[in-house]
């Protein structure tokens, strides 16, 4: 127990070393540590909204607009679905698409069984619990209505919020910040905090957009006198143009979308920004497949139901890659090639709530976090020196070392400190000293029984290790499960709170051990004052 062999020495020195290096950049200014040479270590800790600063935006899903893309997306697959039935198209009429159901005629009533059988099948079953997506009903002996489900609009919604915030932490990760929180609040609610954004509005610009690109055909049917009055042939639509709001009409049906987008990227093309794109394999061929059989007639760039531009196919691109022109500047072109990115939100998000956290508190909360600290290492070193004279030394010097050891794990994981984790720092400074504490009582009993120094120093670590590590095991636990379930601020804690359990550990148990060990076997006191 009392014995180190020289690589396990030098091996904890090691440790401390650089600890103390990769602790050493929190202790200087940003600004000052990004000058030094390029092989020093520059990693600080990540500080959280609470103490940096930075927005606060409270996104809520829509969904009202969620339902009615589903009905949209039922209707769509229904009628496609019937229209390559096996043993014969299923011929309908009457397709109505409002009151929150699907419903047709079918012309033939020989074939209603056959068509509700298709149709159950994109029914998706929900769970275990036997109820499905959709209810396939038929009313008049030939009319089919569709009508989602309550357990299908959970579902959608659940599986729709989950994809959201993978589109939201892929479109912030693009900003380049670091350690946004991104959680979910209730069902249809996501917070999101970005440490050191002081704008709010690009934000919310950047996450307020859905991004659902498609490419259509302009109808050049459409009479302009109907345009204009916002009427569209059947089979078309009226959209806006994005830049002057004139109305323009495009087909219904999409020739082809945003998902099949590999990369977008914004560039400079004669002295005006655009974005390129390129498509994967799929969407390269159908791209070239639509282009060779449309060209000379335009087709529209459609983002989020607003018409970017509507250029004309001048010959068929079969690249697989294109260009977005439009009215744009650096920033909106890096927006769209950040969005097209992305991908697409699943759900339209409404933003409810923005906030602008100052750094000002940020640093009024550093400050006290700091003073805390400090008081909490002053008032516990004198205590133990009081208590313990050298072996309380050796505490308070294991004591330091847990703290540093702490920020340069900090450093080097990335994990980001919040006002929660200054508490759980604190608290594991208490957990250290309590360690050390346990330790030297045990000496002390130990000498009261009539051991020499040594037997009593290697009795008393023996001992009072197996509480420490039973104790510490309990609270990492504990820590796990907090991170587990927790949200933000409680994550920022167990996270330091785990930390500061292994690093006290190795402080006082091995660190504060190895001092011991030195000082006995350089003086070898026939007994010890503790």
Do not use: C
């Not at 489900?149 to 579902?155: E, P």
């Not at 004139?246 to 945003?258: E, L, M, N, Y």
């Not at 346990?438 to 009593?456: T, V």
Request: net charge neutral; glycine share 10%.
């Amino acid at each position: 127990m009392l014995e180190f062999s020289k690589a396990k020495i030098w091996s904890i020195i090691a440790v401390l070393v650089a600890g103390v290096i990769f602790a050493l950049p929190n202790a200087f200014p940003e600004e000052q540590v990004q000058a030094w040479p390029s092989w020093a270590p520059k990693k600080q800790m990540n500080l959280g909204l609470d103490l940096r600063g930075g927005s606060h935006i409270l996104l809520e899903a829509n969904a009202e607009g969620l339902a009615r893309a589903n009905l949209d997306k039922m209707e769509e697959d229904a009628l496609s679905e019937l229209r390559r039935a096996e043993g014969g198209a299923i011929a309908v009429g009457d397709v109505s698409n409002r009151g929150g159901r699907v419903s047709f005629l079918v012309r033939n009533v020989d074939d209603v069984d056959r068509a509700v059988d298709l149709l159950r099948n994109l029914s998706m079953p929900i769970g275990v619990t036997g109820q499905r997506s959709f209810n396939v009903e038929v009313t008049d002996g030939n009319r089919i209505v569709l009508t989602q489900t309550s357990a299908g609009r959970t579902q959608a919604m659940e599986s729709a919020m989950t994809q959201a915030v993978e589109v939201i932490r892929r479109r912030i990760d693009e900003l380049g910040t670091r350690e946004p929180t991104i959680i979910r609040q209730g069902s249809q609610r996501i917070v999101v905090q970005v440490p050191g954004l002081q704008d709010p509005s690009a934000l919310k610009q950047l996450l307020g957009k859905t991004a659902q690109l498609e490419f259509k055909l302009v109808d050049l049917d459409a009479d302009p006198a109907d345009v204009a009055a916002g009427r569209a042939p059947a089979g078309s639509q009226i959209l806006p143009m994005a830049d002057s709001g004139q109305p323009i009409a495009v087909k219904r049906r999409a020739i082809i979308t945003g998902d099949q987008l590999m990369d977008a990227q914004q560039t400079l093309q004669q002295g005006q920004w655009v974005v390129n794109f390129r498509f994967d394999s799929t969407g390269g061929r159908r791209f070239a497949r639509v282009t060779q059989e449309n060209v000379g007639k335009p087709f529209a760039i459609i983002l989020d139901n607003r018409v970017i531009s509507a250029p004309n196919i001048n010959e068929p691109i079969l690249g697989g890659s294109g260009v977005i022109s439009g009215s744009f500047n650096a920033e909106s072109s890096n927006e769209l090639a950040i969005l097209l990115r992305s991908g697409k939100l699943p759900v339209e998000l409404k933003v409810v709530e923005e906030r602008t956290v100052g750094p000002d508190l940020g640093a009024d909360s550093i400050r006290a976090g700091t003073i805390a600290s400090i008081v909490a290492v002053i008032a516990v070193g004198i205590f133990m020196l009081a208590t313990y004279g050298r072996f309380g030394v050796y505490a308070n010097i294991a004591l330091v070392l847990n703290v540093i050891l702490i920020l340069a794990v900090m450093s080097l994981t990335g994990a980001t400190m919040t006002l929660p984790g200054v508490a759980g720092m604190v608290l594991t400074i208490g957990a250290a000293v309590d360690a050390n504490v346990l330790i030297n009582e045990r000496i002390r009993e130990e000498q009261r029984k009539g051991r020499n120094s040594r037997a009593a120093v290697e009795n008393g670590f023996k001992e009072a290790s197996r509480t420490i590590w039973d104790a510490n095991t309990m609270n990492l636990i504990v820590a796990a499960v907090m991170f587990a379930f927790g949200s933000g601020p409680i994550k920022g804690f167990a996270v330091v709170l785990t930390i500061g359990i292994v690093t006290s550990v190795f402080t006082a148990v091995t660190v504060g051990r190895l001092f011991i060990v030195n000082w006995l076997n350089r003086t070898r006191p026939a007994t010890i004052v503790i």
